[in-house]
DNA sequence: GCGTTACTTAGGTATATGTCTAAGTATGAC
DNA sequence: GTCATACTTAGACATATACCTAAGTAACGC
């Protein structure tokens, strides 16, 4: 059973912005420097590297600086925390005991329209 | 490929916050009443309410109001727009046609350590 | 070494978010 | 009809978030 887990926390809420998942669409296409990533996004750099900076946090990128040029990348298993999360409810809603009484609650329902 | 799509936001931002992964948790395991809900979450109801609005906002659970009563379910393949995204970008990764280059490179770099 | 490039840091602002208390409203029970 | 129940609405407030500009710093490249 899952329990409270803060880093699902930074890690759903850093998918919550359009900005950041397509920064995630771009670099599971493969690793990007930071000027790359910024380039489609009208948005000052110092904002820009603050939507970076919530990946990182998240555990969804890495990134390492050679020189003056950082790189990015996608985290290994990224998007596993996330995708397992909603597996165990969507496996949960699925096995429930009183899913038939359900079904049978809306099909009478139905024909009372 | 998926566009942006505003409803992500919503979806995901309210994925963030653990009062609200407690409520779809519950909710997964059988519909229930507002205070039902409320009651394990040590919070005034109206900021409760708050967080229900978010998960209907975002299409994760829908209500119906009976009497007094208010009844919150788990909406009908709630989790699904989340988990597509998520598994598309695993699959975009999963596909590069670079992996393998990185794969030597880090082989590569675990050599020289 | 000097200018250019590629970030970084500092500091500011506006809006959104998560919380509260107090005061409704609508139902159900007696 | 009156009282308790189950939300709802209204309004306030503190912190977080998403953005900005301006001014660093630390490599390259000639």
């Known amino acids: 059973m899952s329990k409270y887990d803060p ?4 890690c759903f809420s850093a998918l919550g912005d359009p900005t950041r998942r ?6 599971a296409r493969g690793e990007a420097s930071v000027s790359e990533l ?3 996004h009208d948005m000052a750099l110092p904002s820009f590297m603050e939507h ?3 990946l990182e946090a998240a555990g969804l990128v890495t990134s ?3 020189g003056r040029t950082r790189t990015c990348e996608l985290a290994p298993d990224a998007f596993a925390p996330a995708k397992d999360w909603l597996s165990e409810q969507s496996e949960t809603w699925e096995g429930r005991l009183d899913r038939f009484d359900d079904y049978v609650k ?3 329902q139905e024909r009372q329209k």
């Open 106 to 108: 809306n099909l009478m």
């Open 38 to 40: 910024a380039e489609p």
């Open 64 to 66: 390492k600086k050679q």
């Open 22 to 27: 397509l920064i995630l669409q771009r670099l």
């Open 7 to 10: 880093k699902l926390d930074q």
């Open 52 to 54: 970076l900076k919530k």
